[in-house]
């Protein structure tokens, strides 16, 4: 028997290694890469993934009001309504409910309200239609058989925005 050759075996390791690397799941690269950056390439991403932004810029924008902080309540009121505009583009239907047509009806009109109301300026306005928008969100979940994920207007402790209580 022949001893084997140092640098074969280098070669065989690296090879191996390669080969390896290369059948790693696909959405490994997506992990390290933006929402953006996700959506640029083609990738859209879950309807799971996409609430949880919209949820995200919904408390946030909720915390604005809040702080009658007029920057960031457009700020986050532009990603908010983004969000939603990406949701209806890329999420047609889940579990056989009709998402696009279901967030379309119940959010955009009252996205557009809330832009309204931002407008006049009346504080009391603008946190009444951002009360609307969270009775939308729970509606929206309650006519798709998730009526136990209940948003609230996030004011206050709750660092999640969501009653997590048992009716």
């Known amino acids: 028997m022949r001893p084997t050759h140092p640098t074969f075996i280098i070669i065989l390791i690296t090879f191996i290694s390669i080969a390896l690397l290369s059948c790693q799941d696909s959405e490994t690269g997506y992990q390290q890469q933006s929402l953006d950056e996700r959506h640029h390439s083609g990738y859209a991403p879950g309807l799971a993934l996409q609430m949880h932004f919209i949820q995200q810029w919904t408390h946030k924008l909720g915390l604005s009001i809040e702080a009658q902080n ?56 603008i946190r009444s239609r951002y009360s609307v928008l969270i009775q939308a969100c729970n509606a929206c979940h309650a006519a798709t058989d998730h009526g136990f994920i209940k948003i609230t207007e996030g004011f206050g402790n709750n660092p999640f925005n969501q009653d997590f209580s048992v009716d």
Request: charged residues 30%; hydrophobic residues 40%; proline residues 4%.
């Open 70 to 125: 007029t920057e960031s309540v457009d700020f986050y009121h532009h990603e908010l309504e983004e969000g939603i505009e990406e949701l209806i583009e890329t999420i047609d239907e889940y579990d056989g409910f009709p998402i696009s047509d279901l967030a379309s009806g119940f959010m955009i009109p009252v996205i557009e309200s809330l832009e309204d109301a931002f407008d006049s300026g009346d504080w009391n306005l």
